[in-house]
DNA sequence: CTGTTCAGTATAGTATACGATTATTCGAAT
DNA sequence: ATTCGAATAATCGTATACTATACTGAACAG
C-alpha cells in the first residue's frame, strides 16, 4: 500500500467520522507531520478525494471542505438510491457468512461514530457485488454527508429508527429475500428527507 | 485554472479521443516534457483520474490504462443508466438555446473523434442539470469505455444507429418531450450491448 | 475613529534532486 | 542457440528547496 493510499484513507476515514467540518481547511504541512510524510503524497491524496468533490482546491489557498445545500443534499441522495439498490441487487445472493457477520458487527458496535458504523453497514452488504467503481463512488457519497449527518443526529444518540431500518435490512438478506432492496430504498428515502429538512433548517452560514 | 488541472483535461481529453489504448503506460516525465511542466502536477492530475478508476497506479510501475472486461462494461452501463436519464430528467425543463445548439454541433462535427463528439452531445443535454458530481462522474464513465468504443466503431465510420438515436433525442428535447428520457435509456442500452458483445467476442489479452 | 497601504509571515504550488524499484541489455555458461 | 545473472539504464515515489500568492497586523492618512 502506497504513502498515497494510507494518506487517503486517513483522511477518508477522518471524514467519515465526522472529524473533519465542512469549511475546514485542510493544510498540507500540519497533515504532512500528523502523517509522518512529507506534502507531496499528501497533496495527491487530497487530489484523489477532490476528484469526488470530497473537498475542492482553491488556487494557492489550499484544500477546504465543502459545506452543503440542501440542493447538494438531495443529489448525492438520488446518486445513492440509483447506485445502492443495485449494489444490493447484486450481492443479494452472493452474500457472504462474513459479509452478513461484518453487517451485524456494524450494528452492534455502539462505541463507533455513527456514520462511520453506518459505512461499515451498508459497505459490508454491497462489497460482494464486485462493482468496486460504484462502491467507491457509494462510499465517497457517504463521506461527503458524514459531517452533516453526525451534526443533526448528535443528541438524538445514534437515531433508533435508522437503526431499527438495518436491522430489518440485514434480517432479508440474511434469507436472499429481494425486499431487502425496496426496504433499502425506503432507509435512504428517510435519509434523504431528515438531512436536507436538516439543511433547509439550519443554511450553512457561507 | 491550475497547472493540475490543465494536465487533467489534456489526458482526460486524450482519453475521450481514444489516444491511449487500453494497457498503455503513461510515462510522467514524458507527459511532464509534453506539457511543459514538472512530474509533480503530471501525478496529482493523474492521481484524479486513478480516483474514478480511469487508470491504475501499480507501484513503482507507475500508470496504466487499465484493460475492460466485459464484467466492467456491465458496470459501467448500467452505472450509467441509472445516473444519465435523472441528469437529462432534471435538465430537460432548463434547457437553453445555447445547450441545445451545443447538442446539434457535436452531431454535425464530423470531423471530431465519434467519442468526443458523443460526450459533447450527452454533456450539452446534462449540463443544466445542476448536478456537478453526477456529470463529472459520467464523464468518466464516458472517458473509461473510450477506447473501446473506439475499436468497435473503427471502420463502421460513425456509427448511423447511434446517429439517428441522438438525433431523436435532440428532437424530444426541443419539445421538452419527456419521452427523450426513455429513448436515452434505449439508446444506452444499445450501446451496452453493443460494447458487451464485442469485449466478450474480443477478450483483450490481460 | 475608520480606512488604507505596506511590510512580514504563512501557506500553497511547482521544480529539482535523489534513493529505491523495476526493466533491459549483454556476456558467459550450459 | 538458449538461458541465466549481473551490470546498466529507465522510471517511479518522495523529500527537500524555492517561488509565488494570499493572509495579518501595524503604521499612517483622512
Redesign the pocket.
Known sequence: M???DEVETLVTGAMLRGELEPGA??????L?RRF??????V??ALQRLAAFGLLR???????VIPRLTADDAEEIYALRRSIEPQLLKRALPKLSIVDLAEAELALRSGDLVPTEANWSFHRALYQSSGWDRGLRIVELLHAAVAPYVILYTEGLGSAPRSDAEHADILDACRHSDPNAVTMLLRHLDGASNALERFLRDHPSSS
Chains 1, 2 share one sequence.
Request: overall charge neutral; aromatic content about 8%; charged content about 30%.
Open positions: 502506497s504513502t498515497v481547511w485542510l493544510r498540507q504541512d500540519e504532512a509522518g510524510v512529507s506534502k507531496i503524497p497533496r495527491e482546491f482553491e488556487a494557492n489557498r489550499g484544500a
